[in-house]
């Protein structure tokens, strides 16, 4: 049987994970439950549809800015844990915020991890944020 796979015991270098993410799901058996891809320089999250067993995933240190939308797709029916700290991650205000003091400020994308228990942000310049588990638990 396959260990889980561990960038920081093997690192990938600084693969761009656009045409290469089918080089993981090869990687990885369906019975995996964690994916560690941190300390690669990964700008994006990519999509890795053929990994649906996967639980937690670690992106620490890595270059990702933001979660884009369906990027995480492939994760909502098993994802517990994402670890996202030590990256460039911002949160988004809307388009019209009427004073600096009221603004709302999110993390996008994140809506369809209904299972997801942990969420790790730290080492990102993010000064506030709005909390809604209500979101988390539709």
Do not use: M
């Not at 639980?55 to 909502?76: H, S, T």
């Not at 809506?111 to 539709?138: A, C, D, F, M, P």
């Amino acid at each position: 049987s396959l260990y889980p796979l561990c960038s920081r015991i093997s690192p990938l270098q600084g693969v761009e994970l656009g045409g290469e993410a089918t080089v993981l799901e090869g990687l990885l058996a369906d019975d995996n439950s964690s994916l560690d891809l941190s300390f690669n320089n990964i700008r994006h999250v990519p999509s890795l549809p053929s990994l649906t067993k996967v639980n937690v995933v670690y992106f620490v240190q890595n270059k990702i800015g933001k979660v884009d939308e369906g990027a995480l797709d492939w994760a909502k029916d098993n994802l517990t844990s994402l670890e996202l700290g030590g990256n460039r991650i911002r949160v988004s205000s809307p388009p019209y915020t009427p004073c600096s003091w009221c603004s709302r400020q999110t993390i996008e994308n994140l809506e369809k991890l209904t299972l997801l228990e942990e969420l790790w942000l730290g080492k990102n310049k993010i000064r506030t944020l709005e909390v809604s588990l209500e979101t988390l638990y539709q």
